[in-house]
């Protein structure tokens, strides 16, 4: 059984820098809960490229809650990318688990969970985020 919870200094070391090819990736939404934080942290950060947020200096953090006690419940997540036959490409070379490819619309890949993640294509995210940005707050 995984352990359920990780101190700060485990997190920091789970959590890989992000590839430059996922630059121009996008967290779209994202509600999870997970049965191995270890394994969660290296796919979403070195997979990914995302990076863990707040827990570094959030005083009130307790842990990470690993889905199998209550609240338990379905979670998903979307991911907008650039160029979505590139991220499939790449997901494929690192070994990432389809649970669908792409057609006319969105691939879907499984984090080691088995979430299924859709993987969006929107062309360049960030920057047009930064460039209309203050004009949407």
């Known amino acids: 059984m995984a352990k359920s ?21 996008i967290s779209h939404h994202t509600m ?3 049965k191995d934080p270890r394994k969660t942290l290296d796919f979403y950060s070195r997979i990914l490229g995302m990076s863990k947020y707040g827990t570094d200096t959030d005083k009130s953090f307790k842990g990470y809650h690993n889905g199998q ?14 160029n979505i036959d590139d991220a499939v490409k790449r997901f494929e070379l690192l070994g990432v688990e389809f649970a669908e490819k792409p057609k006319q619309g969105p691939a879907y890949i499984k984090d080691p969970d088995g979430y299924w993640i859709e ?4 062309g360049n995210a960030v920057k047009i985020l930064s ?6 707050s």
């Open 32 to 34: 999870l809960l997970i």
């Open 69 to 82: 006690s209550d609240p338990r419940g379905f979670g998903h997540i979307a991911v907008r990318v650039p």
């Open 5 to 25: 919870s990780l101190n700060i200094d485990e997190v920091q070391s789970l959590c890989a820098e992000p590839d430059p090819s996922t630059k121009d990736y």
């Open 131 to 136: 460039e209309y940005g203050s004009q949407l």
């Open 119 to 122: 993987i969006c294509s929107g």
